[in-house]
């Protein structure tokens, strides 16, 4: 695949995120047998899968759970996964993404293979880790403070 077509698909999904209830944009996007791992918040690329979805109907559900108003982005290119020994797969991608939630800022790395179709058969969805807004109480509970400085 070049990295043309895997540009193509991830904005693609991006349509199909910032539009979760239009299902023709997620079968544009994805296979019918897509497979999708969403890990849970962590550094990039190593945190836990969190949930796993298989087939288009699960990924519709899932996307349902979207809230109104969230819109993706793309924020940097497509590059290929190395597959080891100095090689790449030519059929893996990886890119950062972007959300905007009203004033929540946020986003992750997406990791994809290729159908010969250009979609997506398989997706790892990785938020990057959570961090506190200066001053904000701790997620664990507490008051609000900063760290250092």
């Known amino acids: 695949m070049s990295l043309d077509i895997a540009r193509a698909a991830f904005q693609r999904l991006v349509d199909a995120f910032d539009r979760p209830r ?4 997620l079968r544009a996007a994805v296979t019918d047998d897509i497979a ?3 890990h849970a918040p962590g550094d990039r690329g190593v ?3 969190a949930e796993s979805f298989t087939g288009i ?3 519709e559900q899932w996307f349902a759970r979207t809230p109104p108003g969230v819109r993706f ?5 497509a590059a290929p996964v190395p597959a080891g020994s100095g090689s790449v797969d030519a059929d893996r991608w990886r890119i950062e993404y972007a959300y905007d939630a009203g004033d929540f800022h946020h986003g992750g790395i997406w990791i994809a293979r290729l159908a010969s ?3 997506i058969a398989h997706l790892s969805h990785h938020p990057f880790a959570l961090r506190e807004p200066p001053g904000a109480p701790h997620a664990r509970g507490g008051s609000g403070h900063t760290h250092g400085g």
């Open 73 to 77: 982005a793309l924020a940097g290119d």
């Open 117 to 119: 179709d250009g979609r």
């Open 22 to 25: 239009e299902p023709a944009l």
């Open 36 to 38: 999708l791992d969403r």
């Open 57 to 59: 109907a699960a990924v």
């Open 47 to 49: 945190a836990p899968i």
